[in-house]
Protein backbone atom coordinates (compact mmCIF):
# COMPACT_ATOMS: atom_id res chain seq x y z
CA UNK A 1 0.00 0.00 0.00
CA UNK A 2 1.46 3.57 -0.99
CA UNK A 3 2.09 5.66 2.27
CA UNK A 4 -0.40 8.17 3.14
CA UNK A 5 1.01 12.04 3.15
CA UNK A 6 1.27 12.89 6.69
CA UNK A 7 2.48 16.09 8.54
CA UNK A 8 5.00 15.92 11.66
CA UNK A 9 5.45 18.58 14.19
CA UNK A 10 8.37 19.83 15.33
CA UNK A 11 8.84 20.92 19.19
CA UNK A 12 10.86 24.07 20.37
CA UNK A 13 14.95 23.72 19.70
CA UNK A 14 16.23 24.59 23.14
CA UNK A 15 19.60 24.01 22.79
CA UNK A 16 19.22 26.62 19.51
CA UNK A 17 17.97 28.98 21.37
CA UNK A 18 20.46 28.78 24.28
CA UNK A 19 23.21 28.87 21.62
CA UNK A 20 21.99 32.44 19.65
CA UNK A 21 21.60 33.85 23.25
CA UNK A 22 24.89 33.24 24.83
CA UNK A 23 26.32 34.27 22.42
CA UNK A 24 24.71 37.48 21.78
CA UNK A 25 27.47 39.14 24.07
CA UNK A 26 29.36 38.91 21.15
CA UNK A 27 27.69 41.50 19.13
CA UNK A 28 27.37 45.52 19.39
CA UNK A 29 24.25 46.84 20.87
CA UNK A 30 22.21 47.51 17.78
CA UNK A 31 23.11 44.27 16.50
CA UNK A 32 22.09 42.84 19.16
CA UNK A 33 19.00 44.38 19.24
CA UNK A 34 17.70 43.07 15.16
CA UNK A 35 17.76 40.13 17.22
CA UNK A 36 14.28 40.53 18.03
CA UNK A 37 11.42 39.09 15.90
CA UNK A 38 9.36 41.57 14.41
CA UNK A 39 6.42 41.01 16.73
CA UNK A 40 3.70 43.23 14.25
CA UNK A 41 2.99 40.43 11.77
CA UNK A 42 -0.87 40.02 11.46
CA UNK A 43 -0.95 37.06 9.06
CA UNK A 44 -0.78 33.88 10.64
CA UNK A 45 1.98 31.48 10.23
CA UNK A 46 0.43 27.94 9.36
CA UNK A 47 3.71 26.35 9.01
CA UNK A 48 4.77 27.15 12.28
CA UNK A 49 6.39 23.90 13.96
CA UNK A 50 6.62 22.03 10.84
CA UNK A 51 9.71 23.29 9.19
CA UNK A 52 12.20 21.13 11.20
CA UNK A 53 14.31 20.32 13.98
CA UNK A 54 15.75 23.80 13.95
CA UNK A 55 12.82 26.67 13.87
CA UNK A 56 12.70 28.76 16.33
CA UNK A 57 10.79 31.85 17.10
CA UNK A 58 12.36 33.54 19.73
CA UNK A 59 15.00 35.62 17.83
CA UNK A 60 15.42 36.67 14.22
CA UNK A 61 17.12 35.10 11.08
CA UNK A 62 18.08 38.25 10.16
CA UNK A 63 21.02 37.89 12.91
CA UNK A 64 22.41 34.41 11.95
CA UNK A 65 25.02 35.57 9.21
CA UNK A 66 25.77 38.15 11.69
CA UNK A 67 26.77 35.74 14.75
CA UNK A 68 28.29 33.24 12.37
CA UNK A 69 30.88 35.27 11.82
CA UNK A 70 31.64 36.96 15.46
CA UNK A 71 31.54 32.87 16.67
CA UNK A 72 34.35 32.20 14.24
CA UNK A 73 36.03 34.65 14.78
CA UNK A 74 36.11 34.16 18.48
CA UNK A 75 37.24 30.88 18.06
CA UNK A 76 39.86 31.86 15.44
CA UNK A 77 41.37 33.77 18.63
CA UNK A 78 40.85 31.45 21.28
CA UNK A 79 39.15 27.52 21.27
CA UNK A 80 36.60 26.85 22.96
CA UNK A 81 33.88 23.76 23.48
CA UNK A 82 30.97 25.82 24.26
CA UNK A 83 31.50 28.01 21.70
CA UNK A 84 32.19 25.02 18.91
CA UNK A 85 28.72 24.21 20.21
CA UNK A 86 27.09 27.70 19.81
CA UNK A 87 28.04 27.73 15.81
CA UNK A 88 27.49 24.15 15.25
CA UNK A 89 23.67 24.77 16.28
CA UNK A 90 23.72 28.29 14.51
CA UNK A 91 25.40 26.61 11.53
CA UNK A 92 22.71 23.71 11.61
CA UNK A 93 20.19 26.10 11.67
CA UNK A 94 21.54 28.05 8.61
CA UNK A 95 21.42 24.52 6.77
CA UNK A 96 17.88 23.84 7.18
CA UNK A 97 16.50 27.18 5.99
CA UNK A 98 19.04 27.44 3.02
CA UNK A 99 18.50 23.31 2.63
CA UNK A 100 22.50 23.31 2.63
CA UNK A 101 24.10 19.86 3.40
CA UNK A 102 27.23 21.78 3.54
CA UNK A 103 26.44 23.78 6.02
CA UNK A 104 25.01 20.57 8.02
CA UNK A 105 28.68 19.05 7.79
CA UNK A 106 30.05 22.12 9.01
CA UNK A 107 27.64 21.78 11.86
CA UNK A 108 28.67 18.24 12.59
CA UNK A 109 32.52 19.11 12.46
CA UNK A 110 31.93 21.91 15.18
CA UNK A 111 30.42 19.10 17.46
CA UNK A 112 32.87 16.59 16.60
CA UNK A 113 35.20 19.31 17.65
CA UNK A 114 33.36 19.82 20.77
CA UNK A 115 33.85 16.24 21.72
CA UNK A 116 37.56 16.58 21.72
CA UNK A 117 36.96 18.61 24.85
CA UNK A 118 34.56 16.73 26.89
CA UNK A 119 33.97 13.12 27.84
CA UNK A 120 31.75 11.07 29.69
CA UNK A 121 33.38 10.88 33.62
CA UNK A 122 35.30 14.41 33.21
CA UNK A 123 32.16 16.73 31.88
CA UNK A 124 28.91 14.55 31.41
CA UNK A 125 26.84 16.93 31.23
CA UNK A 126 28.51 19.25 28.19
CA UNK A 127 29.16 15.49 26.90
CA UNK A 128 25.45 14.60 26.77
CA UNK A 129 24.28 17.84 25.30
CA UNK A 130 27.01 17.74 22.48
CA UNK A 131 26.34 14.31 21.70
CA UNK A 132 22.21 15.47 21.72
CA UNK A 133 23.50 18.57 19.07
CA UNK A 134 25.63 15.78 16.93
CA UNK A 135 22.48 13.74 16.92
CA UNK A 136 19.96 16.62 15.95
CA UNK A 137 22.16 18.02 13.23
CA UNK A 138 22.92 14.43 11.62
CA UNK A 139 19.09 13.76 11.63
CA UNK A 140 18.04 16.86 9.86
CA UNK A 141 21.16 16.36 7.64
CA UNK A 142 19.71 12.41 7.07
CA UNK A 143 16.33 13.53 6.29
CA UNK A 144 17.48 16.42 3.48
CA UNK A 145 19.91 14.14 2.13
CA UNK A 146 16.97 10.89 2.26
CA UNK A 147 20.08 8.96 3.47
CA UNK A 148 20.57 6.49 6.52
CA UNK A 149 24.28 6.90 6.92
CA UNK A 150 23.34 10.61 8.91
CA UNK A 151 20.33 8.79 10.42
CA UNK A 152 22.27 5.64 11.63
CA UNK A 153 25.40 8.50 13.38
CA UNK A 154 21.97 10.37 14.78
CA UNK A 155 21.09 6.97 16.76
CA UNK A 156 24.28 6.78 18.33
CA UNK A 157 24.68 9.70 19.48
CA UNK A 158 21.57 10.08 21.27
CA UNK A 159 21.95 6.73 22.64
CA UNK A 160 25.08 8.04 23.93
CA UNK A 161 23.35 10.91 25.57
CA UNK A 162 21.34 8.78 27.23
CA UNK A 163 23.80 7.03 29.28
CA UNK A 164 24.07 10.45 31.02
CA UNK A 165 20.35 12.07 30.53
CA UNK A 166 18.82 9.29 32.91
CA UNK A 167 14.78 9.75 33.06
CA UNK A 168 15.83 9.31 36.98
CA UNK A 169 18.16 12.20 37.23
CA UNK A 170 16.98 14.36 34.13
CA UNK A 171 14.01 13.94 33.27
CA UNK A 172 13.44 16.71 30.48
CA UNK A 173 16.52 15.87 29.08
CA UNK A 174 15.86 12.42 28.89
CA UNK A 175 12.27 13.25 27.60
CA UNK A 176 13.72 15.39 24.08
CA UNK A 177 16.13 13.17 23.48
CA UNK A 178 13.65 10.01 23.25
CA UNK A 179 11.23 12.25 21.50
CA UNK A 180 13.99 13.15 18.75
CA UNK A 181 15.31 9.17 19.18
CA UNK A 182 11.93 8.48 17.98
CA UNK A 183 12.29 10.60 15.49
CA UNK A 184 15.10 9.88 13.78
CA UNK A 185 14.16 5.93 14.11
CA UNK A 186 10.90 7.05 11.91
CA UNK A 187 13.04 8.81 9.26
CA UNK A 188 15.35 5.74 9.44
CA UNK A 189 12.48 3.54 9.00
CA UNK A 190 11.36 5.51 6.18
CA UNK A 191 14.68 5.29 4.18
CA UNK A 192 14.97 1.77 5.25
CA UNK A 193 11.49 0.91 3.70
CA UNK A 194 11.57 -1.91 7.25
CA UNK A 195 9.45 -1.76 9.79
CA UNK A 196 11.75 -3.12 12.52
CA UNK A 197 12.97 0.61 12.63
CA UNK A 198 9.44 2.46 12.93
CA UNK A 199 8.84 -0.44 15.16
CA UNK A 200 11.42 1.34 17.47
CA UNK A 201 10.92 4.78 16.81
CA UNK A 202 6.58 3.99 18.57
CA UNK A 203 8.23 2.45 21.79
CA UNK A 204 10.92 5.62 21.72
CA UNK A 205 8.23 7.69 21.03
CA UNK A 206 5.98 6.04 23.92
CA UNK A 207 9.03 6.31 26.51
CA UNK A 208 8.99 9.92 25.59
CA UNK A 209 5.29 10.47 27.01
CA UNK A 210 6.23 8.96 30.24
CA UNK A 211 7.74 11.88 30.68
CA UNK A 212 5.33 14.71 29.56
CA UNK A 213 2.40 16.52 30.97
CA UNK A 214 0.28 19.30 29.24
CA UNK A 215 0.43 21.54 30.89
CA UNK A 216 4.05 21.71 31.52
CA UNK A 217 5.18 20.71 28.08
CA UNK A 218 1.52 21.23 25.58
CA UNK A 219 3.77 21.43 22.25
CA UNK A 220 5.87 18.32 22.79
CA UNK A 221 2.77 16.48 23.89
CA UNK A 222 0.62 17.19 20.97
CA UNK A 223 3.53 16.47 18.55
CA UNK A 224 4.89 13.13 19.96
CA UNK A 225 1.30 12.11 20.45
CA UNK A 226 1.53 13.19 16.65
CA UNK A 227 4.45 11.91 15.53
CA UNK A 228 3.68 8.43 17.46
CA UNK A 229 0.86 8.18 15.62
CA UNK A 230 2.61 8.71 12.20
CA UNK A 231 4.88 6.23 12.58
CA UNK A 232 1.79 3.92 14.03
CA UNK A 233 0.15 4.92 10.70
CA UNK A 234 2.94 4.42 7.69
CA UNK A 235 3.75 0.87 9.97
CA UNK A 236 -0.04 -0.06 9.30
CA UNK A 237 -0.12 0.47 6.25
CA UNK A 238 3.01 -1.35 5.76
CA UNK A 239 1.97 -4.51 7.52
CA UNK A 240 -1.86 -4.02 6.07
CA UNK A 241 -2.95 -3.81 9.63
CA UNK A 242 -6.01 -2.16 10.80
CA UNK A 243 -5.10 -2.97 14.39
CA UNK A 244 -2.37 -0.89 14.19
CA UNK A 245 -4.35 1.84 11.98
CA UNK A 246 -6.95 2.32 15.24
CA UNK A 247 -3.74 2.89 17.45
CA UNK A 248 -2.59 5.58 15.16
CA UNK A 249 -6.08 7.11 15.34
CA UNK A 250 -6.11 7.03 18.92
CA UNK A 251 -3.01 9.04 19.16
CA UNK A 252 -4.24 11.48 17.10
CA UNK A 253 -7.14 12.14 19.07
CA UNK A 254 -4.90 12.64 22.02
CA UNK A 255 -2.66 15.19 20.22
CA UNK A 256 -5.69 16.61 18.70
CA UNK A 257 -7.41 16.71 22.16
CA UNK A 258 -4.23 18.89 24.03
CA UNK A 259 -3.57 21.16 21.10
CA UNK A 260 -7.32 22.10 21.46
CA UNK A 261 -6.89 22.61 25.52
CA UNK A 262 -3.68 23.86 25.94
CA UNK A 263 -5.06 26.34 23.11
CA UNK A 264 -1.98 25.96 20.52
CA UNK A 265 -2.17 27.86 17.13
CA UNK A 266 -5.35 26.85 15.20
CA UNK A 267 -3.13 24.86 12.13
CA UNK A 268 -1.60 22.76 14.96
CA UNK A 269 -5.00 21.41 15.18
CA UNK A 270 -6.01 21.17 12.47
CA UNK A 271 -2.99 19.19 10.84
CA UNK A 272 -3.84 16.77 13.73
CA UNK A 273 -7.20 16.63 12.77
CA UNK A 274 -6.45 16.16 9.29
CA UNK A 275 -3.64 13.57 10.09
CA UNK A 276 -6.57 11.71 11.85
CA UNK A 277 -9.18 11.67 8.99
CA UNK A 278 -6.59 10.59 6.76
CA UNK A 279 -6.24 7.60 8.96
CA UNK A 280 -9.71 6.92 9.32
CA UNK A 281 -9.88 7.34 5.16
CA UNK A 282 -7.12 4.84 5.17
CA UNK A 283 -9.32 2.31 7.66
CA UNK A 284 -12.45 2.56 5.43
CA UNK A 285 -10.32 1.33 1.89
CA UNK A 286 -8.81 -1.38 3.90
CA UNK A 287 -11.97 -2.43 5.64
CA UNK A 288 -14.33 -1.63 2.62
CA UNK A 289 -16.40 -0.01 4.79
CA UNK A 290 -19.16 2.96 2.97
CA UNK A 291 -20.49 4.13 6.27
CA UNK A 292 -16.95 5.40 7.70
CA UNK A 293 -15.93 6.63 4.14
CA UNK A 294 -19.03 8.89 3.75
CA UNK A 295 -18.62 9.77 7.50
CA UNK A 296 -14.42 10.76 6.46
CA UNK A 297 -15.93 12.44 3.16
CA UNK A 298 -18.04 14.89 5.23
CA UNK A 299 -15.22 15.52 7.79
CA UNK A 300 -12.73 16.68 4.95
CA UNK A 301 -15.24 18.93 3.82
CA UNK A 302 -15.55 20.70 6.96
CA UNK A 303 -12.07 20.90 7.32
CA UNK A 304 -12.00 22.50 4.00
CA UNK A 305 -14.75 25.18 4.12
CA UNK A 306 -13.96 26.18 8.09
CA UNK A 307 -10.36 25.71 8.53
CA UNK A 308 -9.31 26.97 4.75
CA UNK A 309 -7.47 29.75 6.95
CA UNK A 310 -5.42 27.39 8.60
CA UNK A 311 -4.40 24.96 6.00
CA UNK A 312 -1.16 25.18 4.21
CA UNK A 313 -1.57 25.13 0.11
CA UNK A 314 -0.11 21.44 -0.51
CA UNK A 315 -2.22 20.81 3.00
CA UNK A 316 -5.55 22.06 1.34
CA UNK A 317 -4.63 19.75 -1.68
CA UNK A 318 -4.54 16.81 0.20
CA UNK A 319 -7.50 17.53 1.83
CA UNK A 320 -9.26 17.96 -1.38
CA UNK A 321 -8.09 14.65 -2.77
CA UNK A 322 -8.66 12.72 0.62
CA UNK A 323 -12.19 14.17 0.10
CA UNK A 324 -12.59 12.65 -3.30
CA UNK A 325 -10.94 8.84 -2.80
CA UNK A 326 -13.39 8.88 0.43
CA UNK A 327 -16.43 9.58 -1.78
CA UNK A 328 -15.51 7.30 -3.94
CA UNK A 329 -14.39 4.19 -1.61
CA UNK A 330 -18.68 5.28 -0.39
CA UNK A 331 -20.01 5.27 -3.46
CA UNK A 332 -17.95 2.19 -4.85
CA UNK A 333 -19.10 0.19 -1.92
CA UNK A 334 -22.72 0.98 -1.30
CA UNK A 335 -23.08 0.38 -5.00
Request: aromatic content about 6%.
Amino acid sequence: MKRSTLYLLYPGNKALERAIADSLCLLTEQEAAAAMPDTQVAVADNFRYTRGNYEQHRYSTRIFERLREVLEASLATAPDAARQNQLGNLLAAMGQQRHDTALFEQAIQCFDQALASYSQTGSPQEWAATQYNLGTANQAMGRLQEKTEPLKRAVDAYTEALLVWTREAHPEQWMQTMHQLGATLYSYGIQLKGNRQLQKSVVAYKNALAALDADEYALALTATHNNRAVTLHHLAESEANPTRLKEAINSYEKALTVSMEQQLPIHVAVLCRVNKATAQNVLAQMSNDAALAEEIADEFEVIIECFAHALQPLCLKHCQEQQKLAQAASSKVAG
